[in-house]
């Protein structure tokens, strides 16, 4: 038997920012636990409105997936992750990934190396949030005797976002898990590819020698008139595949994800789901 996963809400980067809180009250009120954020260019940032449903909610844990990296200081990175962990212990779950590569080749930010960049700002932003001062000199990120004046008490854990094996290397060897959002080709679950990245990203633990094992979420997109019983069972299957955390959204698989009211409506589908 696995456990049963955390099913989260995903408000993604259609989401008007105005609306974020009453939506992230609405799933809390609904008996979620958890809510996800995308920071899309050119749309919401993934700090500030994840600052602000912190504020605004009492238990919800709020997710980040995820950070571009090419946008982001290390330094700056960590300094916004240890300071949401500081006010919200336990609540924030942020993921750092390589971003849409054409997006960062509009801002000017494209590197040679994407996967040089993100081991590099993981090893980094990690190490700062343990409260270790850091002197590096890699081929993107420099420090010098960068420390953190307050590290948070309960570190946030750091997640990396993939699909190539070698980022999903990454994930295993130096973050606290992988944030999977390629396991529902057009909204239909494949345990087999989800259980293949785990495997991926385990492998890469355990060679690294470390202790425990690295948590796993999974984003699930649904067509927006799914069944909370249907979506129960895709969730099911990624649960049986390994997966601790799915988080879903409505939409996105025959068209672009759903935002205002839509997203309303949705809470209440994967709060049936989560009680079934």
Do not use: K
């Amino acid at each position: 038997m696995h456990p049963e996963p955390v099913i989260a809400l995903i408000q993604p980067a259609d989401q008007p920012p105005d609306r974020m809180l009453a939506a992230a009250r609405a799933a809390e009120e609904a008996g979620l636990e958890e809510v996800w954020l995308w920071e899309d260019c050119f749309a919401a940032s993934g700090i500030a409105p994840a600052a602000a449903i912190l504020s605004a909610t009492e238990r919800l844990r709020v997710g980040i997936g995820l950070l571009p990296v090419p946008l982001r200081l290390p330094s700056l990175t960590a300094m916004e992750i240890g300071t949401l962990g500081a006010m919200f212990p336990g609540r924030f779950l942020p993921g750092m990934g390589h971003g849409v590569q054409d997006w960062m080749g509009q801002v000017g930010a494209r590197v040679a190396s994407p996967v040089t960049l993100l081991r590099e700002q993981v090893r980094a932003v990690r190490a700062l949030l343990h409260g270790a001062e850091v002197t590096t000199d890699g081929r993107y990120v420099e420090l010098d005797r960068v420390r953190l004046r307050f590290p948070p008490d309960v570190v946030p854990p750091v997640l990396v976002g993939g699909r190539g094996p070698r980022t999903l290397a990454v994930a295993g060897e130096l973050a606290d898990g992988v944030i999977l959002d390629d396991v529902a080709p057009r909204g239909v679950v494949d345990p087999a590819r989800a259980a293949q990245a785990i495997e991926a990203v385990t492998a890469a633990w355990a060679d690294a020698g470390r202790e425990g094992r690295p948590e796993v979420v999974a984003f699930l997109p649904t067509a927006e008139n799914v069944t909370s019983g249907q979506a129960a069972e895709q969730i099911g299957l990624l649960a049986a595949a390994g997966v601790h955390r799915v988080a879903a959204f409505a939409g996105g698989v025959d068209e672009p994800p759903a935002s205002g009211d839509r997203v309303t409506a949705f809470i209440h589908t994967l709060a049936e789901a989560a009680r079934s």
